[in-house]
């Protein structure tokens, strides 16, 4: 079975300092991987996407990055923290069809 | 124009009650069709797909597409205070998943 994992839950971090997110998946080939962000009471936006490995399509433009630098890995990435990056960040992975989520990072930016 | 509009809510019905969620899409390419069920601080599980008109039951849940009006509806029946959480109603098409807003449901016991 397919299952996919997302740390650290839980981030407080000072604005400016560097930040890396990490997903990984198992159990499947070549999937589809997602970065969203939800900021609190709100939906998920999507951040980046990606469907096969180097290959990274940003939907929003911001201090965020993504890189896939194996199959089954994706890590969201940022130089420097804004406290507008304060959020509930999701990884999730689909065979374009249905999605499915890791638990989530917490980040706080303070 | 957002691709995928959901009413936020909240919504807030007694148990027992049917529920009817909401959304509207403008890309006609989107394909497949998923309703996601979100507790408090955890990710989105996913409650049911699909990827035609008409309606997919599971349960005491109701799936419904209408391509041609570009909307799509989820029924909850005999709604219990479990159900209570934040539903999300995503569309994939061309490998972009996007999402709706999300609508906040409560079951009052």
């Known amino acids: 079975s397919q299952t996919i994992h997302q740390w650290p839950a839980t981030l407080v971090q000072p604005v400016g300092s560097p930040l890396s997110l990490e997903c990984t998946v198992e159990?499947?080939?070549?999937?589809?991987l997602y970065w969203y962000r939800q900021a609190a009471g709100r939906g998920l936006q999507l951040l980046f996407y990606?469907?096969?490995?180097?290959?990274i399509s940003s939907e929003v433009p911001q201090n965020l990055s993504a890189s896939r630098p194996q199959d089954r890995q994706f890590i969201l990435s940022s130089k420097k923290l804004l406290l507008s990056d304060s959020g509930f960040y999701l990884c999730?992975?689909?065979?374009?069809?249905?999605?499915?989520f890791g638990q989530g990072t917490r980040l706080t930016v303070v | 124009q957002k691709e995928v509009e959901q009413d936020p809510g909240p919504l807030s019905v007694p148990e027992g009650a049917i529920v009817s969620l909401n959304c509207t899409y403008s890309?006609?390419?989107?394909?497949?069709f998923m309703w996601y069920r979100q507790y408090s601080r955890k990710g989105p599980e996913l409650l049911m797909y699909?990827?035609?008109?008409g309606n997919k039951e599971d349960g005491r849940f109701t799936a419904q597409v209408d391509k041609s009006s570009k909307y799509i509806s989820l029924f909850i029946r005999d709604s219990q205070p479990s159900d209570s959480a934040t539903y999300l109603c995503?569309?994939?098409?061309?490998?972009?998943?996007?999402f709706g807003q999300g609508t906040r449901l409560t079951i009052n016991p």
């Open positions: 999730a992975w689909s065979r374009n069809t249905e999605a499915f």
């Open positions: 159990g499947t080939s070549n999937p589809n």
């Open positions: 990606s469907v096969g490995i180097g290959q």
């Open positions: 890309n006609s390419a989107f394909q497949y």
């Open positions: 699909t990827y035609s008109s």
């Open positions: 995503a569309i994939q098409g061309a490998q972009k998943l996007v």
